[in-house]
Protein backbone atom coordinates (compact mmCIF):
# COMPACT_ATOMS: atom_id res chain seq x y z
CA UNK A 1 0.00 0.00 0.00
CA UNK A 2 1.20 3.22 -0.53
CA UNK A 3 1.93 5.84 2.20
CA UNK A 4 -0.83 7.95 2.87
CA UNK A 5 -0.45 11.65 3.28
CA UNK A 6 -1.91 12.07 6.01
CA UNK A 7 -1.86 16.23 5.80
CA UNK A 8 -3.60 16.16 2.54
CA UNK A 9 -6.29 14.03 3.06
CA UNK A 10 -9.66 15.49 1.78
CA UNK A 11 -13.11 14.03 2.20
CA UNK A 12 -12.81 10.75 -0.35
CA UNK A 13 -14.81 7.40 -0.66
CA UNK A 14 -11.60 5.11 0.06
CA UNK A 15 -10.91 1.55 -0.25
CA UNK A 16 -9.50 0.42 2.95
CA UNK A 17 -9.23 -2.77 3.96
CA UNK A 18 -12.45 -4.53 4.78
CA UNK A 19 -16.09 -4.06 5.44
CA UNK A 20 -17.98 -5.00 8.14
CA UNK A 21 -21.52 -6.62 7.50
CA UNK A 22 -24.53 -8.43 8.69
CA UNK A 23 -27.58 -9.15 7.13
CA UNK A 24 -31.18 -9.08 8.84
CA UNK A 25 -33.41 -11.97 7.50
CA UNK A 26 -35.79 -13.94 9.43
CA UNK A 27 -36.17 -11.59 12.05
CA UNK A 28 -32.26 -11.95 13.40
CA UNK A 29 -29.07 -10.41 12.43
CA UNK A 30 -26.80 -12.46 10.58
CA UNK A 31 -23.28 -12.74 12.76
CA UNK A 32 -21.07 -10.06 11.95
CA UNK A 33 -18.58 -10.55 8.84
CA UNK A 34 -15.70 -8.42 8.33
CA UNK A 35 -15.48 -9.07 4.43
CA UNK A 36 -12.22 -7.60 1.65
CA UNK A 37 -15.04 -8.03 -0.87
CA UNK A 38 -16.19 -4.59 -0.49
CA UNK A 39 -19.54 -4.78 -3.26
CA UNK A 40 -22.90 -6.55 -2.18
CA UNK A 41 -24.94 -8.10 -4.52
CA UNK A 42 -28.47 -6.81 -4.91
CA UNK A 43 -31.80 -7.98 -6.17
CA UNK A 44 -32.56 -5.37 -9.01
CA UNK A 45 -36.21 -5.32 -6.84
CA UNK A 46 -34.59 -4.20 -4.08
CA UNK A 47 -36.41 -1.54 -1.92
CA UNK A 48 -33.46 0.55 -1.88
CA UNK A 49 -32.99 0.68 -6.03
CA UNK A 50 -36.14 1.89 -6.59
CA UNK A 51 -37.84 3.76 -3.15
CA UNK A 52 -34.23 4.80 -1.87
CA UNK A 53 -35.16 2.94 1.09
CA UNK A 54 -31.57 3.72 2.41
CA UNK A 55 -29.98 5.63 5.50
CA UNK A 56 -26.93 5.92 6.74
CA UNK A 57 -25.00 7.71 10.03
CA UNK A 58 -21.44 9.89 9.69
CA UNK A 59 -19.23 10.08 13.18
CA UNK A 60 -15.17 10.04 13.10
CA UNK A 61 -12.48 7.84 15.62
CA UNK A 62 -9.35 10.15 16.90
CA UNK A 63 -5.77 8.67 17.08
CA UNK A 64 -5.71 11.06 20.44
CA UNK A 65 -2.49 12.94 21.67
CA UNK A 66 -1.77 10.01 24.60
CA UNK A 67 -2.12 7.44 21.80
CA UNK A 68 -5.73 6.19 23.06
CA UNK A 69 -8.60 5.54 19.89
CA UNK A 70 -11.88 7.88 20.71
CA UNK A 71 -14.98 7.84 19.02
CA UNK A 72 -16.55 10.82 19.13
CA UNK A 73 -20.47 10.40 20.86
CA UNK A 74 -21.41 7.02 18.83
CA UNK A 75 -24.33 6.30 21.60
CA UNK A 76 -25.91 9.81 19.75
CA UNK A 77 -25.21 8.24 16.12
CA UNK A 78 -26.40 4.64 17.37
CA UNK A 79 -29.67 6.74 18.94
CA UNK A 80 -30.18 8.79 15.51
CA UNK A 81 -29.57 5.59 13.56
CA UNK A 82 -32.73 3.88 15.51
CA UNK A 83 -34.81 7.14 14.72
CA UNK A 84 -34.09 7.12 10.95
CA UNK A 85 -34.71 3.19 9.99
CA UNK A 86 -38.07 3.63 12.25
CA UNK A 87 -39.22 6.17 9.67
CA UNK A 88 -38.36 4.12 7.01
CA UNK A 89 -39.67 1.23 8.42
CA UNK A 90 -36.81 -0.73 9.03
CA UNK A 91 -34.86 -3.02 11.42
CA UNK A 92 -31.76 -1.22 13.44
CA UNK A 93 -28.86 -2.58 14.76
CA UNK A 94 -28.90 -2.11 18.46
CA UNK A 95 -26.70 0.45 20.38
CA UNK A 96 -24.39 -2.86 21.44
CA UNK A 97 -24.10 -4.17 18.01
CA UNK A 98 -23.88 -0.51 16.30
CA UNK A 99 -20.55 -0.03 18.88
CA UNK A 100 -19.31 -3.76 17.97
CA UNK A 101 -19.12 -3.19 14.11
CA UNK A 102 -17.98 0.75 14.14
CA UNK A 103 -15.22 -0.53 16.83
CA UNK A 104 -14.49 -4.31 14.76
CA UNK A 105 -14.33 -1.28 11.25
CA UNK A 106 -11.65 0.41 12.99
CA UNK A 107 -9.72 -2.69 14.07
CA UNK A 108 -9.57 -4.45 11.25
CA UNK A 109 -8.44 -1.09 9.45
CA UNK A 110 -5.90 0.39 11.25
CA UNK A 111 -3.45 1.12 8.86
CA UNK A 112 -5.70 3.89 7.77
CA UNK A 113 -6.31 5.57 11.30
CA UNK A 114 -4.40 8.63 11.01
CA UNK A 115 -1.57 9.24 13.43
CA UNK A 116 -2.16 12.41 15.69
CA UNK A 117 -0.90 15.31 15.11
CA UNK A 118 -2.09 15.44 11.28
CA UNK A 119 -6.00 17.31 12.09
CA UNK A 120 -7.12 13.96 10.30
CA UNK A 121 -8.98 11.16 11.61
CA UNK A 122 -10.77 7.98 10.27
CA UNK A 123 -14.51 8.33 9.34
CA UNK A 124 -17.07 5.60 9.97
CA UNK A 125 -19.92 5.48 7.72
CA UNK A 126 -22.33 2.94 8.61
CA UNK A 127 -25.10 2.07 6.02
CA UNK A 128 -28.52 0.44 6.78
CA UNK A 129 -30.23 -0.29 2.70
CA UNK A 130 -33.59 -2.48 2.25
CA UNK A 131 -32.80 -5.19 0.34
CA UNK A 132 -36.24 -6.83 0.32
CA UNK A 133 -37.39 -7.20 -3.77
CA UNK A 134 -40.41 -5.83 -3.86
CA UNK A 135 -42.90 -3.49 -5.83
CA UNK A 136 -45.31 -2.81 -2.97
CA UNK A 137 -44.80 0.60 -0.96
CA UNK A 138 -44.94 -1.06 2.46
CA UNK A 139 -42.22 -1.85 5.00
CA UNK A 140 -40.55 -5.69 5.05
CA UNK A 141 -37.88 -6.88 7.56
CA UNK A 142 -35.02 -6.99 5.70
CA UNK A 143 -31.85 -5.05 5.36
CA UNK A 144 -28.16 -5.10 5.12
CA UNK A 145 -26.80 -3.00 7.84
CA UNK A 146 -22.62 -2.44 6.82
CA UNK A 147 -19.88 0.13 8.28
CA UNK A 148 -17.20 1.24 6.33
CA UNK A 149 -14.46 3.64 7.15
CA UNK A 150 -12.46 6.58 5.23
CA UNK A 151 -9.36 8.39 6.18
CA UNK A 152 -10.07 11.80 6.35
CA UNK A 153 -8.83 15.41 6.61
CA UNK A 154 -11.06 18.31 5.38
CA UNK A 155 -14.14 18.03 3.74
CA UNK A 156 -13.41 21.48 2.16
CA UNK A 157 -10.17 21.02 1.53
CA UNK A 158 -8.84 23.89 4.40
CA UNK A 159 -9.51 23.79 7.82
CA UNK A 160 -11.09 26.29 9.33
CA UNK A 161 -11.37 28.53 6.39
CA UNK A 162 -14.37 30.35 5.64
CA UNK A 163 -16.49 29.99 2.36
CA UNK A 164 -19.65 31.23 0.58
CA UNK A 165 -23.01 29.82 0.29
CA UNK A 166 -25.72 30.29 -1.28
CA UNK A 167 -29.52 30.41 -0.78
CA UNK A 168 -31.25 28.35 -3.77
CA UNK A 169 -33.91 30.20 -3.68
CA UNK A 170 -36.28 27.96 -6.29
CA UNK A 171 -34.88 24.87 -5.00
CA UNK A 172 -36.00 22.90 -1.53
CA UNK A 173 -34.76 20.32 0.38
CA UNK A 174 -37.47 19.18 2.70
CA UNK A 175 -41.12 19.48 2.67
CA UNK A 176 -43.04 21.07 5.96
CA UNK A 177 -43.75 17.38 8.25
CA UNK A 178 -41.40 15.46 5.34
CA UNK A 179 -38.35 13.68 5.83
CA UNK A 180 -35.73 16.48 6.67
CA UNK A 181 -35.13 15.38 10.48
CA UNK A 182 -33.83 11.84 8.76
CA UNK A 183 -30.35 10.94 7.87
CA UNK A 184 -32.17 9.13 4.84
CA UNK A 185 -30.23 9.06 1.39
CA UNK A 186 -33.23 11.13 -0.10
CA UNK A 187 -32.38 14.09 1.44
CA UNK A 188 -29.10 14.46 -0.04
CA UNK A 189 -30.13 13.41 -3.49
CA UNK A 190 -32.53 16.78 -3.99
CA UNK A 191 -29.29 18.81 -3.37
CA UNK A 192 -26.84 17.03 -6.09
CA UNK A 193 -28.37 19.37 -9.20
CA UNK A 194 -28.16 22.66 -6.92
CA UNK A 195 -24.96 21.55 -5.30
CA UNK A 196 -23.76 21.26 -8.70
CA UNK A 197 -24.99 25.03 -10.44
CA UNK A 198 -23.46 26.46 -7.17
CA UNK A 199 -19.90 25.12 -7.11
CA UNK A 200 -20.04 26.18 -10.81
CA UNK A 201 -21.11 29.58 -9.32
CA UNK A 202 -18.10 29.56 -6.98
CA UNK A 203 -20.56 28.97 -4.14
CA UNK A 204 -19.25 26.22 -1.64
CA UNK A 205 -22.61 25.07 0.27
CA UNK A 206 -26.37 25.72 -0.45
CA UNK A 207 -28.20 27.32 2.25
CA UNK A 208 -31.75 25.74 2.22
CA UNK A 209 -34.77 27.65 4.00
CA UNK A 210 -37.81 26.22 5.36
CA UNK A 211 -39.98 24.84 2.52
CA UNK A 212 -43.89 26.28 3.89
CA UNK A 213 -43.18 29.93 3.66
CA UNK A 214 -38.92 30.59 2.88
CA UNK A 215 -38.77 32.88 5.83
CA UNK A 216 -36.76 31.31 8.33
CA UNK A 217 -33.17 29.90 7.86
CA UNK A 218 -33.55 25.96 7.87
CA UNK A 219 -29.98 23.95 7.43
CA UNK A 220 -26.56 23.72 4.86
CA UNK A 221 -26.92 20.73 2.40
CA UNK A 222 -24.24 19.15 3.91
CA UNK A 223 -24.74 20.84 7.78
CA UNK A 224 -26.90 22.70 10.26
CA UNK A 225 -26.30 26.64 10.66
CA UNK A 226 -25.16 28.70 13.65
CA UNK A 227 -24.93 32.59 13.72
CA UNK A 228 -22.74 34.36 16.65
CA UNK A 229 -24.96 37.66 17.47
CA UNK A 230 -22.61 39.08 20.48
CA UNK A 231 -22.37 36.43 23.41
CA UNK A 232 -25.17 34.57 21.76
CA UNK A 233 -24.97 30.84 19.75
CA UNK A 234 -28.00 30.83 18.04
CA UNK A 235 -29.26 28.03 15.48
CA UNK A 236 -32.50 27.37 14.13
CA UNK A 237 -35.27 25.09 15.41
CA UNK A 238 -37.29 23.91 12.94
CA UNK A 239 -38.80 19.82 12.06
CA UNK A 240 -36.80 19.87 8.50
CA UNK A 241 -33.66 20.16 9.93
CA UNK A 242 -31.14 17.11 10.83
CA UNK A 243 -30.74 17.06 15.21
CA UNK A 244 -27.46 17.14 14.57
CA UNK A 245 -25.11 15.99 16.84
CA UNK A 246 -22.13 18.40 16.25
CA UNK A 247 -24.26 21.33 16.92
CA UNK A 248 -25.67 19.66 20.34
CA UNK A 249 -22.34 19.56 21.13
CA UNK A 250 -21.07 23.39 20.18
CA UNK A 251 -24.27 24.69 22.00
CA UNK A 252 -22.74 22.77 25.20
CA UNK A 253 -19.50 24.02 24.83
CA UNK A 254 -20.87 27.47 23.85
CA UNK A 255 -22.58 27.26 27.69
CA UNK A 256 -19.40 26.20 29.08
CA UNK A 257 -17.87 29.58 27.66
CA UNK A 258 -20.68 31.22 29.18
CA UNK A 259 -22.62 32.11 26.31
CA UNK A 260 -26.16 32.44 26.09
CA UNK A 261 -28.08 29.56 23.36
CA UNK A 262 -30.56 30.19 21.55
CA UNK A 263 -32.41 27.77 19.76
CA UNK A 264 -35.28 28.80 17.72
CA UNK A 265 -36.83 29.74 14.50
CA UNK A 266 -34.35 32.08 12.13
CA UNK A 267 -36.19 34.97 10.04
CA UNK A 268 -33.90 35.71 7.08
CA UNK A 269 -33.76 38.73 7.36
CA UNK A 270 -31.62 37.91 10.44
CA UNK A 271 -28.91 36.84 8.92
CA UNK A 272 -28.18 40.67 8.11
CA UNK A 273 -27.33 41.03 12.68
CA UNK A 274 -24.85 38.11 12.99
CA UNK A 275 -21.36 38.92 13.06
CA UNK A 276 -19.81 35.76 12.41
CA UNK A 277 -21.86 32.99 11.00
CA UNK A 278 -21.04 28.98 9.88
CA UNK A 279 -21.73 25.41 8.89
CA UNK A 280 -21.37 22.49 11.81
CA UNK A 281 -21.45 19.05 11.34
CA UNK A 282 -19.11 16.16 11.53
CA UNK A 283 -17.67 16.08 8.00
CA UNK A 284 -17.55 20.07 7.83
CA UNK A 285 -17.11 20.63 11.70
CA UNK A 286 -17.11 24.06 11.88
CA UNK A 287 -17.00 26.00 8.72
CA UNK A 288 -17.28 29.97 8.94
CA UNK A 289 -19.11 31.52 5.87
CA UNK A 290 -17.80 34.72 4.66
CA UNK A 291 -21.07 35.52 3.09
CA UNK A 292 -24.16 34.01 1.92
CA UNK A 293 -26.10 35.27 -1.38
CA UNK A 294 -29.67 34.77 -1.39
CA UNK A 295 -30.85 33.78 -4.98
CA UNK A 296 -34.22 33.78 -6.46
CA UNK A 297 -33.61 31.42 -9.45
CA UNK A 298 -30.18 29.80 -8.97
CA UNK A 299 -29.47 29.38 -12.39
CA UNK A 300 -29.81 33.27 -13.15
CA UNK A 301 -27.26 36.00 -11.92
CA UNK A 302 -29.85 38.34 -9.93
CA UNK A 303 -28.74 38.17 -6.66
CA UNK A 304 -31.43 39.86 -3.96
CA UNK A 305 -29.39 40.11 -0.85
CA UNK A 306 -26.03 39.75 0.14
CA UNK A 307 -25.61 38.67 4.04
CA UNK A 308 -21.33 39.40 4.59
CA UNK A 309 -20.39 37.67 8.13
CA UNK A 310 -16.40 38.30 7.85
CA UNK A 311 -15.26 41.66 6.63
CA UNK A 312 -12.10 40.82 5.23
CA UNK A 313 -12.04 36.98 5.58
CA UNK A 314 -10.81 36.68 8.44
CA UNK A 315 -12.63 33.69 10.36
CA UNK A 316 -13.97 35.18 13.56
CA UNK A 317 -13.05 34.76 17.27
CA UNK A 318 -15.91 32.55 18.15
CA UNK A 319 -16.06 30.23 15.22
CA UNK A 320 -12.23 29.62 16.35
CA UNK A 321 -12.76 29.37 20.07
CA UNK A 322 -15.49 26.99 19.50
CA UNK A 323 -13.47 25.22 16.54
CA UNK A 324 -10.56 24.78 18.83
CA UNK A 325 -12.25 23.72 21.91
CA UNK A 326 -14.60 21.15 19.75
CA UNK A 327 -11.24 19.63 17.95
CA UNK A 328 -9.17 20.01 21.73
CA UNK A 329 -11.84 17.64 22.92
CA UNK A 330 -11.57 14.86 19.76
CA UNK A 331 -7.88 14.57 19.71
CA UNK A 332 -7.34 14.62 23.32
CA UNK A 333 -5.28 17.62 23.88
CA UNK A 334 -8.06 18.97 26.24
CA UNK A 335 -10.43 17.42 29.19
CA UNK A 336 -13.19 15.79 28.29
CA UNK A 337 -15.54 16.90 31.27
CA UNK A 338 -18.58 15.98 29.23
CA UNK A 339 -17.92 12.29 28.71
CA UNK A 340 -18.18 12.37 24.76
CA UNK A 341 -15.10 10.22 23.92
CA UNK A 342 -15.45 6.82 23.30
CA UNK A 343 -12.71 4.81 23.94
CA UNK A 344 -12.00 1.56 22.06
CA UNK A 345 -10.48 -0.65 24.21
CA UNK A 346 -7.17 -2.81 23.28
CA UNK A 347 -6.18 -0.05 21.05
N1 LIG B 1 -27.30 18.39 8.45
C1 LIG B 1 -27.12 17.55 7.42
C2 LIG B 1 -28.02 17.67 6.24
C3 LIG B 1 -26.09 16.60 7.47
O1 LIG B 1 -25.89 15.77 6.47
C4 LIG B 1 -25.25 16.56 8.59
C5 LIG B 1 -24.20 15.56 8.68
O2 LIG B 1 -24.30 14.55 9.26
C6 LIG B 1 -25.48 17.45 9.63
C7 LIG B 1 -26.51 18.36 9.53
C8 LIG B 1 -24.60 17.44 10.83
O3 LIG B 1 -24.90 16.36 11.69
P1 LIG B 1 -23.78 15.76 12.61
O4 LIG B 1 -23.21 16.88 13.38
O5 LIG B 1 -24.51 14.80 13.48
O6 LIG B 1 -22.78 15.11 11.74
C1 LIG C 1 -21.51 13.97 7.96
O1 LIG C 1 -21.12 15.09 8.30
O2 LIG C 1 -21.21 12.95 8.62
C2 LIG C 1 -22.36 13.77 6.79
O3 LIG C 1 -22.90 12.70 6.65
C3 LIG C 1 -22.51 14.86 5.79
C4 LIG C 1 -22.14 14.42 4.41
C5 LIG C 1 -22.53 15.47 3.44
C6 LIG C 1 -20.68 14.10 4.29
Given at each position: ????????????????????????????????????????????????????????????????????VAIFRPDQNAARLQRTADYLGMPCPDKEMFFKMCEECIRNNMEFLPPYGHKASMYLRPLLIGVHPQMQLVPYPEAIFAV????????????????????????????????????????????????????????????????????????????????????????????????????????????????????????????????????????????????????????????????????????????????????????????????????????
Open positions: MAAIDWDSLGFDAYRTRTLILSHYVNGEWSPIKVTEDFFFTLDPFAQMNHYAISCFEGLKAFRQKDGRMCAPVGSYYGEHLKSFAGVVPGNYDRAAPKGSGSYKIGANYACTFKPYKIAHEQGYTELLYLNSATREYVDEFGSSNFFGIKGNKYVTPLSDSVLPSITNKTLQEVAADFGMEVEKRPIPVDELDEFEEAGACGTAVVITPMSHIDMKPVLEEDKVDRTFRFMPDGVVGPVCTKLYNRITGIQFGELEDTHGWCHYVEGL
